[in-house]
């Protein structure tokens, strides 16, 4: 089995199971008692956000902060971990409601770019130069509600902020259509690259790209992928699946749509992304319905089966392939690659 790619997944793939309908179902994991399971489910890096690194984050002082996320990377050192990136996370602060970046009010945006920059401080002490980007509230429920010109010059600003704040952070941007807000800023790949291309440094700015969101835009993930490999822009992405256009399910890898899987496998063995030390990034649920003596498996399955399609890509007869393109014939290719994922 391919062992050149390196995972990584973030606490909050390890829950509780409750969802909007109802409460949790399996007892809560403490952070420090998911990170020995990292290693051992076959993970190296582990996925921040500024409050999985700094519990309530906005009642502690810098100094505080500071000790928080210096405790955390004594705690990573001693599993052999390393921090992939941290992310600010807005959405769940009273202050956010409206989005912080984009709100009207001056003092929240503020309150934003302030949390921005206190990410890339976080960054710094817990070793990563990464910052991912969603954009979950920067949007709106009513759109007459924001200038929404304004709005995309508002999130140009606070990014230019933090790439002026702390001259070593990258951006990796992760576009959504839409949830929570209803209709979301920077809905694609596209609209997020386009951005990072009129910041002051468009060579920092990038883009992790998520199958659910993209699926959820309508969109091919695998393309998307294409897209920003193309630009050299693909910093991370969020592998998961999605059960057509509905909430973003975040199920395991393979699990809705195992060619589309299969896919984006494809294009990142096409880009050489191993060999780039990104690291191949999850973000899937347990199921609700997951006994808790399991309840890590998600995290096992998207792995390998990510892995079983590395075997499916490399082996896969490319003298057909060439072939069949040549001929045109793609009924084919298309049986060939479906005879190839059903093992014969
Ligand atoms: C939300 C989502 C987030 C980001 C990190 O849909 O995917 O967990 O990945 O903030
Ligand atoms: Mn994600």
Known sequence: MATDYRFSFGPWNIHEGADPFGPTVRPTIQFADKLPFYKELGFDAVQFHDDDAVPNIDEKSPAEVEKGATEVRRMLEGEGLVAEFVAPRLWESPAGIDGGFTSNDPECRAWAIGRLK?????????????????????????????????????????????????????????????????????????????????????????????????????????????????????WSVHLNDQNGLKFDQDKSFGSANLRGAYNQVRVL????????????????????????????????????????????????????????????????????????????
Not at 162 to 189: F, M, R, S
Not at 298 to 326: G, I, M, W, Y
Request: glycine share 6%.
């Open 269 to 344: 063995e096409l880009a050489g992304y191993a060999e780039t030390g990104r690291f191949v990034g999850l973000d899937v649920k347990a199921m609700r319905t997951q006994k808790a003596d399991a309840a890590n498996k998600h995290l096992t399955n998207s792995r390998e089966v990510f892995l079983k399609l590395v075997d499916k890509v490399r082996t896969f007869p490319k003298d057909l392939e060439q072939q069949c393109t040549a001929d045109r014939d793609y009924e084919a290719l298309e049986l060939a690659v479906l005879s190839h994922l059903m093992g014969g």
């Open 118 to 234: 206190q990410t890339a401080d976080i960054c710094d002490i817990l070793g990563t130069r990464l910052i991912v980007l969603w954009l979950a509230r920067e949007g709106t429920y009513v759109r007459e509600s924001k200038n929404a010109i304004e709005a995309h010059h508002q999130l140009v600003d606070a990014i230019n902020q933090v790439l002026e704040h702390n001259k070593n952070i990258e951006i990796a941007i992760e576009p959504k259509p839409n949830e929570p807000a209803d209709q979301a800023y920077i809905p694609t790949i596209g609209h997020a690259l386009a951005l990072a291309h009129r910041t002051a440094d468009p060579s920092r700015v990038g883009g992790l790209i998520e199958t659910a969101h993209a699926l959820l835009a309508g969109l091919d993930p695998s393309d998307d992928m294409a897209f920003a490999l193309a630009e050299g822009k693909l």
